[in-house]
């Protein structure tokens, strides 16, 4: 396992001597992230700060959904206020409809964020999906083209660039009738695109970061072959995995399953990927405790580190993880 503590990080990279000076032109590591480092040098500043959330479920007949979101919105506030980016990855509303989606918005507006300017959106499988009628092609994309309209995106699939990183979004472009709603499926034409994305920035050598609302399987905690998230994921997993497999210098970013937030990085010869629970109701495998998780990922020259944020309870739950970008 490569995933290692910030603490052994920092000893063993300044020992050898690799914590050379880095442009500092994301936000500040929180006194939480280095407390444990206070005799060692100190890293550089991060290039590049992200809060990672999904899972929102947004639902107009509930405001409990609202409440942790307006929760995270004002703990990343209060922590980062100028974080590059807040990945909110799926599952924006609970059933897609346009109030709760308005709901959503309202709640950005009145936190300290653009959604126009702050957020990097995915779109989820809840976000197309009608109660009264899920197998319904039409409706269902109805939904996809107006959540593309409403978060003002420039598809259901798409990339951006933010703070010099690369960001690649995944969509579901391709609704198979024989699959319920909870199945993600994406053509041809999005694979092929994302293969030459990932292909580009590899011949560069520089990473590219995908944000994509399923994970696949065995890759993240709540993925494990035969587990829900596993079963209600992607409908052909390995196209996808033969895809981006091909390129270490990728990091998958999912949400979908619920389980407390985590981190693989184990095979230096596949990508990063990591989940980051759910800001609506996660909970913690094998406890039965549940809460409000999202990740911080601070992007360094040589590294990630990885936060994991509760944000109902202001608080870090362990130490960072740190992922050396040579594993």
Known sequence: MNIISRRTFLRLAAAAGTLG???ATGCASSAAST??????????????????????HISSGSDAATIRFRQALADINALEPKVNAIVVNG?????????????????VDESAFDLDKDFVISMGNHDYWYADDASN????????DDFVAFYKLPGLYYDTTVAGQHV????????????????????????????E??????????????????PLVDTVPGSEAGSWGSQNS??????????????????????????FPGVEAS?????????????ARSYRPGTGERGSWGLRMLVYGDHLEFGIRDFEEHHWEGDPIIVPFTR
């Open 234 to 259: 992607f409908v052909d997993p390995d196209k996808i995995y033969a895809v981006v497999s091909k390129y270490p210098l990728c990091i998958f970013l999912t949400g979908h399953t619920h389980v």
């Open 267 to 279: 095979d230096p010869n596949r990508p990063i990927f990591a989940n980051d629970g759910s800001c």
């Open 21 to 23: 000076a880095l442009s």
């Open 91 to 107: 599952d924006l509303s609970d059933t897609g409809y346009a109030e709760e989606h308005e709901i959503f918005k309202q709640v």
């Open 168 to 195: 690649v979004v995944l969509g579901p472009d391709l609704f198979n009738p024989v699959h319920n709603w909870v199945h993600f499926d994406m053509t041809i034409t999005q694979l092929n695109w994302l293969d």
């Open 197 to 214: 994305l990932l292909a580009a920035d590899a011949a560069k050598g520089v990473h590219t970061y995908v944000v994509c609302h399923e």
């Open 35 to 56: 407390s444990s480092a206070a005799s060692t040098p100190l890293s550089p500043e991060p290039q590049a700060c992200f809060f990672l959330m999904s899972d929102v």
């Open 137 to 144: 092609t039409e409706m269902t994309q109805k939904q996809k």
